[in-house]
C-alpha cells in the first residue's frame, strides 16, 4: 500500500493518485514532512520571507510541494461516470468484464489527468416487477475507489429480463437524477444487448429522455450496445446534442469471449473519456 504523505490515506501500489483527496502521489515519494496544523500558517510562512530574498531563501519543502499539489488539483479535470448496465440473463460477460477491467480503467483515464468517480445502476425489465438498483458504496452512489467498485460490481449476477425488450429508458432516466458534482463532466455509459421499451414504465419516449440529458447538461454518453441490430439503432437518438460515441457490445452467446472483447472496449471507452473531459 502506498501512503498519501498528504492526507495519510492508504492506497493501492498502482495507484497514480490518492483515492481519498486526489494528491499525485508521484509528488510525495520523499520523505514526508510536517505540514502546518493550522490552515493558514502557509501563508504566514510565505508573508515572513522578506520580499528582498524570496527568490534566493531555501522554501520549506513542504511548502513546494504543497502549492505544487493544490495547483493541480485546481487545474485537474473531473469527471463522474454512471454506469447504466443491463443484468438480464445473457449479460454475465459484461458484468465480469467490468469487475476485472475497472482498475485498469479508471487508472487510465487518472494516468491522463482526470479524477474520476464511478457509479453503476444495474436494470432489466420493470414491466415485469424487475426493478432498477442504484449500487451504492459506503451511502454514496459514486466512489473514487475503483477496488471498492469491484467489489460491488463483483456481487451482481445476471438473472431475469424475460422477453426483450427491456427497461432501458427507465434506468437512464434515473442516472440522470443522481448527485452529480457541479464542476465535473457527466458522463452517462448505457450498457445493454436489448432494445428499449417504449413506453417504459415511468418513461414515455425517447424524447422525454433527450429533453433531459439536455436540461442537466451531460457532457457526454456513450452506447455500448448491439450497433449492427436495426432494434437498437434508436439508442443513437440519446446522443443527439451532446458527444459521445456507440461501441459494438460484441457477438455471439459466449459470455467468455465476449467479456474479453468487453474489456478492450472498456479500455478505448477510457482513453475517449479523457480526451473529451474538459
Not at 463532466?185 to 421499451?197: C, F, Q, S, W, Y
Not at 443527439?240 to 474479453?260: I, M, P, Q, V, Y
Request: aromatic share 6%; with cysteine; hydrophobic share 35%.
Amino acid at each position: 500500500m502506498r501512503t498519501c504523505s498528504y492526507c495519510g490515506a492508504s492506497n493501492p501500489n498502482s495507484a497514480k493518485f490518492c483515492n481519498e483527496c486526489g494528491t499525485a502521489l508521484a509528488l510525495t515519494e520523499s520523505k514526508p514532512v510536517a505540514k502546518p496544523s493550522n490552515p493558514e500558517e502557509l501563508t504566514t510562512q510565505r508573508e515572513r520571507i522578506p520580499s528582498s530574498n524570496k527568490d534566493s531563501i531555501d522554501v520549506d519543502p513542504w511548502i513546494d510541494s504543497f502549492t505544487t499539489v493544490a495547483q493541480e488539483l485546481q487545474t485537474k479535470r473531473k469527471a463522474d461516470m454512471m454506469f447504466v448496465l443491463d443484468c438480464t440473463g445473457s449479460m454475465q460477460g459484461e458484468i465480469d468484464a467490468i469487475k476485472d477491467a475497472i482498475i485498469s480503467f479508471a487508472d487510465t483515464i487518472e494516468s491522463d489527468g482526470v479524477r474520476v468517480r464511478v457509479g453503476l445502476i444495474e436494470f432489466r425489465d420493470r414491466l415485469i416487477d424487475e426493478e432498477h438498483r442504484v449500487l451504492m458504496f459506503y451511502g454514496e452512489p459514486f466512489t473514487t475507489d475503483p477496488v471498492t467498485f469491484r467489489r460491488e460490481v463483483s456481487l451482481l449476477r445476471a438473472s431475469g429480463g424475460g422477453d426483450e425488450p427491456e427497461s432501458s429508458l427507465d434506468a437512464v432516466m434515473l442516472a440522470l437524477r443522481q448527485p452529480f458534482t457541479p464542476d465535473a463532466n457527466k458522463v452517462i455509459v448505457l450498457v445493454t444487448d436489448a432494445p428499449p421499451h417504449i413506453p417504459d414504465k415511468d418513461t414515455q419516449s425517447i424524447e422525454e429522455v433527450i429533453h433531459t440529458i439536455h436540461s442537466i447538461g451531460v457532457q457526454q454518453f456513450y452506447l455500448v450496445v448491439r450497433t449492427q441490430d436495426s432494434r437498437s439503432h434508436i439508442y443513437l437518438k440519446l446522443l443527439e446534442g451532446t458527444r459521445g460515441l456507440a461501441f459494438e457490445l460484441g457477438k455471439g452467446d459466449d459470455f467468455r469471449s465476449r467479456a474479453e472483447d468487453f474489456k478492450r472496449t472498456l479500455m478505448s471507452l477510457g482513453k475517449t473519456i479523457s480526451a473529451a473531459t474538459r
